[in-house]
């Protein structure tokens, strides 16, 4: 699940979608029909066109089904809360620039401040990934310690050499999403 160097782009092809975010394509397009926030575009060849905010979405929703193990109906719960709360909080637009702008102005602005808002949102679980973070470094000094107290085999060892590796890559990858997107 590596979405550090993913290129920037404005759209997004189903191959990329699933390349990039690791998603198999079946899951994809059964996310695509339980999800109503990943809603990809048909252009004239027939193929699905997704926005970053989809990427993100399928981002989103990988993270809660695989990593903070909600079900479905949760997962949907959860996003639609997060939505609702994005929505909220966004900017309040002064009234006289209103009529000044033009509809498509104005859904790209609207697209900004919701950009924004779940922007704030993925900010606030970044504090819960540090949280995880720091308790998993605290949990392997914790296991340290009791290493040095015990005796142990050489199949025990082995298994907690690998054990340590497995936690230093999930470590490494959190600590290169929250430098990534300036989570601090």
Avoid: C
């Amino acid at each position: 699940m590596n979405f550090d160097n993913l290129p920037q782009k404005n759209e997004y092809k189903f191959k990329e979608v699933t390349s990039l975010t690791g998603v198999k394509p079946y899951v994809l397009r059964f996310w695509e029909s339980e999800f109503t926030q990943i809603s990809p575009q048909v252009n004239e060849a027939g193929q699905k066109i997704y926005s970053p905010l989809d990427l993100e979405f399928v981002k989103r929703i990988k993270e809660l089904l695989f990593i903070e193990k909600l079900s479905i109906p949760k997962a949907k719960a959860m996003l639609d809360e997060e939505l609702s709360l994005a929505q909220t909080q966004e900017v309040v637009v002064d009234e006289p620039e209103l009529p000044a702008m033009e509809s498509k102005q104005m859904e790209a602005y609207a697209g900004v401040e919701m950009r924004e808002a779940i922007g704030s949102i993925i900010m606030q679980h970044s504090h819960s990934l540090n949280y995880q973070q720091e308790s998993l470094r605290a949990d392997l000094e914790q296991q340290k310690e009791m290493i040095m107290q015990k005796q142990f085999n050489d199949q025990d060892v082995l298994r907690l050499v690998q054990t340590k590796k497995k936690l230093n890559v999930v470590l490494n990858k959190l600590e290169t999403i929250i430098e990534k997107h300036n989570w601090v």
